[in-house]
């Protein structure tokens, strides 16, 4: 019997080796309407917008804007569970109101939902998002259109709130 020997050499190729994918600079944020409830939902994550709008019956209406990933701001999400409806802000002092307001217990904090740009010193091309109030039906909307916000700012239920933050361009 011969006893036989092999050694094996791995040598990494690493000029095949693909580059990782940059980043990219914004995430498409988009505007969902739930037909049932009168209620708007922004999203960026695929998968929540694909569940909503493939077995919940959400209509996703588009982009409504580009989230930064290099902000300056965070954009926190609240869900009003008694409303059924989902909040947003980018001031930190609102949100911490919220989370201290013993009467506000039932709006569970979701956490960061995306960047933006502070409303202090926002880029030049940087697009603000304005918020609205409908206190008929008890709920807020987002509106970087300016067509959108003519509109808005003729029905009297909606309420200009003002100035919510910025937005990336694309």
């Known amino acids: 019997a011969a006893l036989v020997s092999t050694t094996s050499v791995l040598i990494l190729d690493t ?29 960026a994550v695929d998968f929540e917008i694909d569940l909503l709008t493939g077995e919940y019956g959400w209509i996703d209406e588009g982009i409504s804007f580009f989230a930064p990933t290099n902000g300056t701001t965070n954009i926190y999400r609240f869900f009003v569970q008694s409303e059924g409806r989902h909040f947003y802000t980018a001031n930190d002092s609102e949100r911490d109101f919220i989370l201290a307001n ?14 933006g740009y502070s409303v202090i010193n926002p880029p030049d091309e940087a697009i603000p998002v304005i918020r609205y109030f409908n206190e008929s039906i008890g709920t807020h909307v987002y509106s970087t259109s300016s067509e959108e916000q003519m509109i808005l700012d003729q029905i009297p239920d909606w309420t200009r709130e003002g100035l919510a933050w910025f937005s990336a361009a694309n």
């Open 15 to 43: 000029s095949t080796t693909p580059e990782p994918e940059p980043e990219p600079a914004s995430l498409a944020v988009h505007r969902l309407f739930n037909p049932d409830s009168s209620r708007h939902l922004f999203s």
């Open 102 to 115: 013993t009467a506000m217990s039932d709006w569970q904090y979701e956490g960061i939902a995306y960047q």
